[in-house]
Nanobody
Framework: QVQLVESGGGLVQAGESLRISCDGS????????MGWFRQASGKQRELVAT???????NYADSMKGRFTISRDNAKNTVYLQMNSLKPEDTAVYYC??????????????WGQGTQVTVSS
């Protein structure tokens, strides 16, 4: 089992920056891909960005150039630096990871989410 705990969400004004974090813990063999998804009110959950254990990143097109994902493998922590925030970035941001247990099977885990609100 993996527990993912997000932090750092809040209310910011348009054009400002915010960094959110997600700490992973649990008895697992390894955490592989980590990432962020978001869900705005009344909309489906969508990809923001993912990062593999060796640092390969993938971003949704609308986030490229404004958001940066990074991770600390030693801490099982993933970060999302969000710059030039827009009101349409308002959403609950969910941390995600794919982890391998000691039976060497992979499973997906989700955090509880952190609210990011961007005012105009």
């Amino acid at each position: 089992q993996v527990q993912l705990v997000e932090s750092g969400g809040g209310l910011v004004q348009a054009g400002e920056s915010l960094r959110i974090s997600c700490d992973g813990s649990g008895s697992i063999f390894a955490i592989n891909t980590m990432g962020w998804f978001r869900q705005a009110s009344g909309k489906q959950r969508e990809l923001v960005a993912t990062i593999t254990r060796d640092g390969k990143t993938n971003y949704a097109d609308s986030m490229k150039g404004r958001f940066t994902i990074s991770r600390d493998n030693a801490k099982n922590t993933v970060y999302l630096q969000m710059n030039s925030l827009k009101p349409e970035d308002t959403a609950v941001y969910y941390c995600y990871c794919s982890a391998r247990n000691y039976l060497l099977s992979d499973q997906d885990y989700w955090g509880q989410g952190t609210q990011v609100t961007v005012s105009s």
